[in-house]
């Protein structure tokens, strides 16, 4: 199926993001299968949650956290591209974290965006992820969240 042909929508560039989290995982999933279907450019954004706070606490925890995002995006990249997407990651450091989703969105002229309903945060159980209502309340362009 051609990109023009695509019955989903008509964007060419579309963008995950993810944490590593079981909802975004169904995120990326999902991603990649609108990408397939409609030849579209996937972009997968880890954006990092540097509170200046976490870095009094460990001044080592930004390494860590930088290391643990660049695992989550090797595996997503090869999820995807063992698919035939055509896509390009990025690592941000954000606070807060939808700050980077909008950011990255705005500068790659990004039409879709998928998002998982929640992340890692505890508090996610009880209501839609912060930072996905976040993104929603901020961006211009379409917002697709994948419930798990």
Known sequence: ????????????????????SKHSAAALDQAIGLAKACQCKLFILHAIDMNPE???????LEELMEKDAALILEKAKKKATEAGIVCETILDIADPPYKAIVQTAKKQKIDLIVMGTHGKNALAKLVMGSVTRQVIGHIPCAVMVVPV
Do not use: F, N, W
Not at 5 to 20: K, N, P, Q, S
């Open 54 to 60: 976490y870095l009094a606490i460990s001044p080592k």
């Open 1 to 20: 199926m051609k990109q023009k042909d695509c019955a989903v929508m008509r964007h060419e560039r579309m963008l995950v993001a993810t944490d590593g």
